[in-house]
């Protein structure tokens, strides 16, 4: 027996009923062999991680643009750290750890560079607008791998898909929105338990908002430290997911659930559209729009920085690919280079 196959067995003989078999997967848009030692989740993982989009992670903003210390998150620890309260979770319900972790590696690989205001602007301007999420599914479709794509399986690229909740619902009310698996919507919560707590964390760190700033609901419910509030979350997600009839339903105990909703009330209000926070994302949005408009109109000087990226698609949409691909600092470094009036000799 092969060791994937054992691997296989295993997954039949513990995980839940309600868990995603990885030799049950409806497989890949391109049919492929089977590796002998990795599963089909094990193996989008490695290609995940193995890309180019993925290592671009760090240096893209989660939410404060170009901190001055070494401990803000980047996008990058945001997905390490949502990856791993993935498993946790994962683990607490006996669902597949590997599926969870394959969608949660690569939730972001679509992400713009300065964070949601990236996104904006790129929505604003780009044919047909622009989504992360989206985008994501354009990266490991399209864009990765030298215009090959990573060909991952229909559960991660599912997963990934259907990850976002933006400003709604963890757990939408319309069925099309929600992910096919239970592994998918691990990762839906276990993006919002990440960043509730991290950001919170960070926004501290920064002097945007002080310890005695936080509702004395949320210290008292999930805790006063970094890590009683993602524990005290992880715990409320595993005690209101429940088995209905033939279908694992995810909840959150009420105490939690109240107070996860309350607490990111408060870091939209007091954290993402304070002016300290949005002054700078004002001036990321100006720099993307115009490098956006620039390219655009310059058709010839945007093939001369591209060269064959994404030859197949509309001119707006390959600019938009462009830009979506971008670091911060590398997009920085371009608005400064085609932008801004150089230095006389």
Known sequence: MLIREK??????????????????????????????????????????????????????TQ???????????????????????????????????????????????????????????????????????????????????????????????????????????????SSHDMPETAEGCVVRYADIIAYLSHDLDDAIRSGVIGEKDIPAKCQEVLGSTHSKRNMTMVEGVISGTCPVCDKLVFGVTPAVGETMQELRQFLFDNVYRSPKVHSEFVKASKMLRELFLYFFENQSAFEAEIHDFATSVSAGRRVSDYLASMTDRFAQDMYQRILLPKDRP
Do not use: M, W
């Open 63 to 173: 939410v404060f643009l170009a901190p001055s210390g070494d401990h803000y998150r980047t996008r990058l620890t945001h997905t390490l750290e949502v990856s791993e309260i993935g498993r946790v979770l994962a683990r607490g319900l006996s669902l597949n750890e590997d599926l969870v972790e394959a969608i949660a590696l690569g939730h972001d690989l679509g992400h713009t560079p300065f964070g949601h205001a990236g996104e904006t602007v790129l929505n604003e301007l780009a044919p047909g607008g622009f989504s992360h999420y989206k985008q994501s599914l354009r990266v490991i479709d399209v864009l990765e791998n030298d215009g090959a794509g990573l060909n991952l399986s229909y559960e991660v690229r599912d997963g990934i898909a259907k990850h976002s909740k933006g400003y709604g619902e963890v757990i939408p009310s």
């Open 7 to 60: 691997i296989e067995d295993a997954e039949r003989k513990i995980l839940s009923p309600f868990a995603c078999l990885s030799s049950e997967s409806k497989g890949r848009v391109v049919d492929e062999p089977q590796c002998p030692i990795r599963t089909v989740f094990q193996r989008d993982r490695d290609r995940i991680v193995y890309s180019k989009a993925f290592r671009r992670l760090k240096y893209k």
